[in-house]
């Protein structure tokens, strides 16, 4: 009986002691695993910051945040346009260590904005490969987000007999199929007779932005656009793999 308590005792100064470290180091130590997983798949991971909520112990080895805040600005994709910001808020999620992983949340959200110039540079440095009745050279393409919530497309044309001409398609940013991406919707092209395969070129663009590298499951639900931003905001359901960033 005597050994029991002793063990009660010790387990009892052990989850104590947990408690206490977690209140002083949890943001230290989110931060760091954050941005260590982060440089997957962004090039400046210093620029995240993150803010959480006090954590509570719900076992010897795990620990849930009911509110965990990711923010950070100009965020350079490996894959993707460099984000002019972006948030993402997490409810009750799960950590599980040392070694520190995450490994369940409730839900979120997140908001997403890239400046047209941005979008404009990642296509240009895509290489994507047009391959039709018509070219569209990316080393000419624009993008622009205007007032009016339209998105413009504007590049030069090269068909295949006959001199080039000016393009200038409008159309809208939609959520597509897989939850995550955005396509460009072409709305209307200006260039005379070979229009509609302008328009099956122009979605070979798509997406033209993508967020299924994202370690957390992002749908996006609305699209705001103009003064040369877009802004997409929408919620997370889940976390994609066992940590939060791989």
């Not at 982060?38 to 993150?50: G, I, K, M, R, Y």
């Not at 110039?117 to 050279?137: E, Y």
């Not at 070979?204 to 299924?212: A, M």
């Not at 590298?213 to 992002?218: A, D, I, K, L, S």
Request: with cysteine.
């Amino acid at each position: 009986m005597k050994r029991f308590l002793i063990f009660l005792l010790v387990l009892g100064i052990a989850v104590a002691g947990l408690y206490v470290w977690w209140q002083r180091n949890a943001r230290q130590v989110l931060t760091s695993a954050v941005r260590e997983r982060a440089a997957a798949f962004v090039l400046n991971p210093d620029n995240l910051t993150v803010e959480n909520a006090p954590v509570q112990m719900i076992g010897l080895r795990e620990a849930r945040v009911s509110k965990l805040v990711i923010a950070g600005h100009e965020l350079q994709l490996k894959d993707g346009p460099t984000l002019a910001t972006a948030k993402l808020v997490l409810y009750n999620l799960d950590i599980s260590g040392p070694p520190f992983d995450f490994s369940r949340l409730k839900d979120g959200k997140f908001t997403v904005t890239v400046t047209d110039a941005a979008v404009t540079d990642f296509l240009r440095k895509r290489g994507v490969n047009i391959a039709s009745v018509v070219r569209i050279p990316l080393d000419t393409l624009s993008v622009t987000f205007p007032q009016s919530g339209d998105t413009r497309l504007r590049g030069v044309v090269k068909p295949p007999i006959g001199k080039e001409v000016a393009l200038t398609a409008t159309g809208t940013l939609v959520p597509a199929a897989t939850p995550g991406k955005v396509d460009f919707k072409v709305k209307q092209v200006n260039v005379p007779v070979i229009g509609k395969q302008v328009a099956t070129a122009l979605e070979k663009l798509n997406p033209v932005v993508d967020l299924t590298e994202w370690p957390v499951v992002c749908t996006v639900n609305t699209i705001t656009s103009g003064k040369g931003t877009a802004t997409f905001a929408g919620t997370i359901t889940s976390i994609r793999v066992k940590s939060l960033i791989p």
